[in-house]
């Protein structure tokens, strides 16, 4: 337990971003330069803990300020250090995607906007640094204030609606986790996050299921459990940039974030196996993994399918913890990055779209990739890695999910996460047939002979009798106008993410810490 | 390290890919035809065994395995690979197109080279990813695509989970005696029989091959279905009776479905299956001639199954026509078409002086020495039904005069109307560089067994009882075809079990998603009414008192619920 700058460095910047913000709001360049100063701040930070953490260092910061005896402090430990680096290292491309796009599509309330995603990438890794659960309850409902204004920022009906499911499902779920917050502190006499769980627990078992089931219901509202997953897909009215990093990675991260804790840290493997607690939480995930595939098929804008798909994905890292096992864990922590920068690439791809074409919804894909091919590529990468297929990040976490799984006490459970793999290739590849091989409705300029030699070519027959004299040329190039730079760039950046971690896990980071977060807890 | 292990071969396939995509249409397939070209020199010379043993993924792997039947398999993919360069250019494939083919033959390479489940597992998966973009090349063939895509996601769920169920059983993903018994190897078997082709789960073959581009059916015959024979004889190397007699059906069913066809790609594609029933035959036996026979088969079938894709695809291109009723005559007007036609099917029936008479000799014989009697007779007859649907096709396509052909539609041989031209030069030269082997390996028998892992022990090749048998099928077979031409001029089209499984799919796609999407609907409702309620009740207490509950009656409740409450927690805290 070294006390360092650092974690209070990380988790104040964006909070001391937000004044700058507000004073510069007449000038958007230097008020958007805030966040960016911010966010490299922040991450420079961020990337200066993990080398002390992965050698055993415990970078701790204490504010002074203490609730009954449970001080509000901060603490970088590896599984603080994966989210947080995580976080961290998405802020700024996020930031770069939403500058772009709230100034292609000149939003109101800009200053807003930029003021809420500071101090929510703050809560974000205030969650990620807390030492105790009191501090990441204190963050974990600062977050939900924080986004607020994000989800209502439209303003129209739709959004407040949107926004006032949102509060009422999170702050219910804040209630119950305070609740459960009291009575583990009463059953444990600690708050502290403890590698392998707190003693005591098994003392007084009716206690701790209580405590235990009011956490799982807190944490689980935002990590979109069913049946409390009701708010993500109405939060979709909220602008892109929102979406993607908050409700793909902040909101819903934190909410498996907090229930990794409640399995690791708090309760501890051996603990939840005495107990028996886990039986229902493996219950609920499953359900949701397979409900929120499913009910993706049935989703008819491209950002609702994109929510139902991340309520199935985020039920895979809450059964990896639920599992109580090593390589379960382990892969549901590869998970919470890989999901993360997948995620991402579609939502920047879909905002991207619906800024350049004005597509939202699913039947407005057809003959898209002519018109922005490298942003539907990216598309589709991102898809096929949630699907499960190499070299994309998914791969990678699936494969030791499904080992875990097959290693734990509930083998059976790997049956799930094949077949909500499936369920995202049923998803995913119809949009991605649709926007790439099929017909756009209306004619967008044919540009003649070699065009119709590119698609005669494509016929069973070749299109015609004789020799088809396909010059092969770049046909479409008059008709490609492809995303401006400050959106194709961070989609760039994120599937270039998602490859890096399909394709050499082990160079980056995440690998490193999660091994030793699987090392510690499970010793 | 040598320098000739420094990379696997699918590298160089892949890298070749973006050459051609990126190039001018000649330059780049002529790149991509001889880097493949060149593989095949490379693959001879390799040495034998586990080259560029890593980690991959936190595990050990092996991506680069030699030994007598990888290096078979992979020597014949890469000649055959540069031949489907050669043709997709001179049949109008555009730059895209034939790119993926290349990924994909060297994704195939990939899996065939793999020394270890994982590395299996990853070019495998890449495999399907890459045939689905080819098929969906061909746009006339979307749905067809998204129906191969979910096959092969479920074969793959299965192999992944026997993969993962035999490392959780064994510790390593590294070949050692195939799949552990019992569960793993149950649920890998499965996976890759879907690969395979096996009876029940055939129909993606014949629901996909025959739809896209002449080009990507002639690319894809030759490769999932046969990575799928290697893959299941590393799975099971020492055989299985079930697998053994799995072969044979598929083998006789395989060819009498062909037998009724009257679609070009259509009856190759059920041909496929039966001849691939063949080599699985062998894989199930496993003895060492079985194994050589069945890989044997497989070099021999890469080559003259391709061939005839491309004789197919030549007439379709030439003709427009897809079906054999309406063709006729064609050996006048398409004679290098004709004469690659005869030597592959010569080969396929198993003439002896061409190269199936060889391998087919192998099979049946080694299911001669395991004294599998039924096994032997089943195989005997599918030669039989092997060479009457090829009479069939070449009656129908290439010597029947055009105006005697029976629906009475008359004329010229082509929708058009016109002498159809023979293949240009490049599919030529394709045709040409697949039937050289096809006539070289029946000559000289040599050239292919010394290149067999067991170099085939007990191998009668030229014993007098194989012309015997070779000439006993031939017979029989024409004599069968001389006799049902008639009632098989009669049959148009004849369905098979996608007619069962497609519809059931999409059924059960489409009723889970309603029922699923209407129970979440009801749930979302009903909470949200009984938030709604709390809500007005809060907010508004007084309203109540106006609908007629009273005030103090309310007061009442609420106190009451909160003495519960404390209750509750009082009990719980102090227990």
């Known amino acids: 337990m070294t006390a360092s700058w650092l974690p209070a460095v990380a988790v104040g910047l964006p909070f001391a971003a937000v004044v700058p913000i507000y004073l510069s709001r007449t000038r958007p360049n230097l008020r958007e330069a805030w966040t960016f100063l911010a966010g490299a701040g922040a991450f420079v930070a961020v990337a200066a803990t993990v080398s002390p953490v992965l050698d055993g260092a415990r970078l701790t910061a204490a504010t002074g300020v203490s609730y009954l005896g449970v001080p509000l402090a901060l603490s970088v430990d590896p599984f603080g250090a994966l989210f947080g680096l995580l976080a961290a290292t998405l802020w700024p491309v996020t930031s770069l995607y939403s500058v772009g796009y709230v100034r292609r599509l000149d939003e109101h309330a800009q200053t807003r906007y930029f003021a809420a995603f500071a101090a929510s990438v703050g809560s974000t890794l205030g969650v990620a640094f807390a030492a105790n659960l009191l501090t990441l309850f204190v963050f974990y409902e600062l977050l939900t204030v924080a986004t607020y204004p994000l989800v209502v920022h439209e303003e129209s009906a739709e959004a407040r609606d949107a926004a006032a499911k949102y509060v009422a499902y999170t702050l219910s779920g804040g209630a119950a986790l305070l609740a459960g917050l009291v009575l583990l502190s009463v059953a444990a006499g600690s708050l502290s996050f403890v590698p392998g769980g707190l003693d005591g627990l098994a003392t007084d078992p009716t ?16 990590a979109a459990v069913v049946p409390v997953h009701g708010w993500l897909p109405s939060a979709m009215v909220a602008p892109t940039p929102v979406s993607g990093l908050l409700h793909a990675v902040a909101v819903v991260k934190s909410g498996a974030f907090g229930l990794g804790r409640v399995f690791m840290y708090l309760y501890g493997p051996d603990a939840v196996r005495e107990l028996g ?37 985020l039920s895979y890292i809450v059964l990896g913890f639920a599992l109580a096992a ?27 779209v619906s800024v350049e074409t004005g597509a939202k919804s699913i039947r407005k894909l057809p003959g898209l990739a002519r018109r922005l091919p490298v942003t539907l590529a990216a598309f589709a990468v ?26 734990s006490d509930l083998p059976l459970t790997a049956a799930a996460f094949l077949l909500a793999g499936t369920l995202k290739l049923l998803l995913f590849w119809p949009m991605v047939a649709a926007a790439f091989f099929e017909e756009p409705p209306r004619s967008i300029g044919r540009s003649g002979a070699s065009e119709a030699a590119a698609d005669a ?13 396909a010059r092969g040329g770049r046909a479409l190039d008059s008709l490609v106008a492809e995303s401006s730079p400050a959106l194709l760039v961070p989609v760039a950046l994120a599937v270039a993410g998602a490859l890096l971690l399909g394709l050499v896990p082990e160079r980056l980071p995440f690998w490193d810490l999660a091994r030793a977060v699987v090392a510690e807890v499970f010793a | 390290m040598t320098a000739l292990a420094a990379a696997p071969p699918a590298v160089v396939f892949l890298v070749a890919a973006a050459v051609v995509r990126l190039a001018p249409r000649r330059s780049g397939h002529a790149v991509a035809a001889l880097a493949a070209a060149a593989v095949v020199p490379w693959l001879v010379s390799v040495p034998a065994g586990a080259h560029l043993a890593g980690r991959l993924y936190g595990f050990e792997v092996v991506p680069f395995g030699v030994d007598g039947v990888s290096r078979l398999v992979g020597l014949v993919f890469a000649f055959v690979a540069a031949a489907n360069v050669v043709y997709a250019y001179g049949s109008g494939t555009t730059r895209g197109q034939t790119a993926t083919a290349v990924a994909y033959m060297g994704a195939s390479l990939g899996a065939v080279f793999a020394g270890d489940w994982l590395t299996l597992v990853v070019w495998w998966e890449l495999m399907a990813l890459s045939a689905t973009i080819l098929v969906w090349q061909s746009k006339s063939a979307t749905r067809q695509a998204y129906r191969y895509a979910v096959y092969h996601q479920l074969g793959s769920v299965l192999l992944v989970a026997g993969v993962l169920t035999h490392f959780a059983a064994t510790g390593t993903f590294l070949y050692a005696d195939g799949i552990a018994a019992g569960l793993p190897r149950l649920l890998a078997a499965a996976g890759v029989a879907l690969n395979v082709g096996v009876l029940g789960v055939h129909v993606w073959l014949v629901d996909t091959y025959p739809t896209p581009h ?21 799975v099971v190397p020492e055989g299985s009776l079930v697998v053994a007699y799995l072969g044979a ?29 063949y080599m699985v035959a062998g894989v199930g036996v496993a003895s060492a001639l079985a194994v050589d026979g069945a890989f044997a088969h497989l070099v021999n079938n890469v080559l003259y199954k391709t061939l005839l894709f491309m004789v197919a695809g030549v007439l379709v291109l030439r003709t427009g026509e897809e079906s054999l009723k309406r063709l006729g005559g064609l050996w006048r007007t398409m004679p290098t078409t004709a004469g690659a036609f005869v030597v592959a099917a010569l080969a396929i029936t198993g003439t002896p002086g061409f190269a199936g008479f060889v391998s087919k000799g192998l099979v049946v014989d080694s299911a001669d020495a395991a004294g599998l009697e039924v096994l032997w007779w089943l195989l005997v007859a599918g030669g039989v039904g092997t060479v009457l649907s090829f009479a069939k096709f070449g009656y129908y396509a290439f010597l029947r005069a055009p105006s005697s052909d029976d629906d009475g539609s008359g004329g010229e041989a082509s929708a058009s109307g016109e002498r159809p031209r023979d293949a240009n030069r490049a599919q030529t030269l394709a045709l040409a560089l697949l039937a050289v082997p096809c006539v070289a390996f029946g000559v000289a028998p040599e050239l292919l067994l010394s290149l067999l892992p067991g170099n085939a022990p007990g191998a009668k090749v030229f014993a007098l009882s194989q012309f015997e048998k070779a000439g006993a099928t031939l017979l029989f077979g024409l004599v069968a075809f001389a006799a049902l031409r008639g009632p098989l001029g009669r049959i148009s089209h004849v369905p098979d079990l996608d007619a069962v499984y497609h519809p059931a799919g999409a059924a059960l796609r489409d009723r889970s998603a309603t029922a699923v999407r209407n129970a979440a609907r009801t749930f979302d409702r009903a909470a949200v009414g009984v938030v709604e309620r709390c809500r007005r009740v809060a907010l508004a207490p007084h309203a109540f008192a106006a609908v007629g509950v009273r005030e103090s009656t309310l007061g009442r409740t609420v106190l009451l619920v909160a003495l519960t409450a404390a209750v509750a927690v009082a009990t719980l805290v102090l227990a």
Do not use: N
Not at chain 1, 207 to 222: C, E, S
Not at chain 1, 382 to 401: C, E, H, M, T
């Open chain 1, 207 to 222: 206690l701790a299921r209580a405590a235990f089931g009011l956490l799982i219901v807190g944490f689980g509202v935002k």
């Open chain 1, 277 to 313: 607690v886990a039986a229902p939480v493996v219950g609920a995930a499953v359900l949701t993994m397979l409900g929120g595939g499913v009910l993706a098929l049935r989703a008819e804008s491209i950002k609702g399918a994109l929510a139902y798909s991340t309520v199935s994905q």
């Open chain 1, 326 to 352: 090593p390589t379960a864990a382990f892969g549901a922590l590869l998970h919470i990055p890989a999901h993360a920068f997948m995620k991402i690439t579609l939502f920047f791809a879909a905002g991207a």
């Open chain 1, 382 to 407: 991102a898809a096929a890695g949630l699907a499960g297929f190499p070299p994309v990040a998914g791969f990678v976490s699936k494969w030791y999910l499904v080992l875990g799984a097959l290693r």
């Open chain 1, 457 to 469: 070519a494509s016929l069973p027959d070749g299109g015609a009798h004789g020799d088809v004299d």
């Open chain 2, 214 to 234: 002449v080009a990507t059916s002639v690319v894809l015959c030759g490769f999932t279905t046969k990575v799928g024979v290697y893959a299941l004889h590393r």
């Open chain 2, 249 to 277: 059906a598929m083998l006789v069913v395989g060819v009498t479905l062909a037998v009724l066809q009257t679609k070009l790609r259509r009856l190759l594609t059920y041909h496929i299956v039966s001849q691939v029933g």
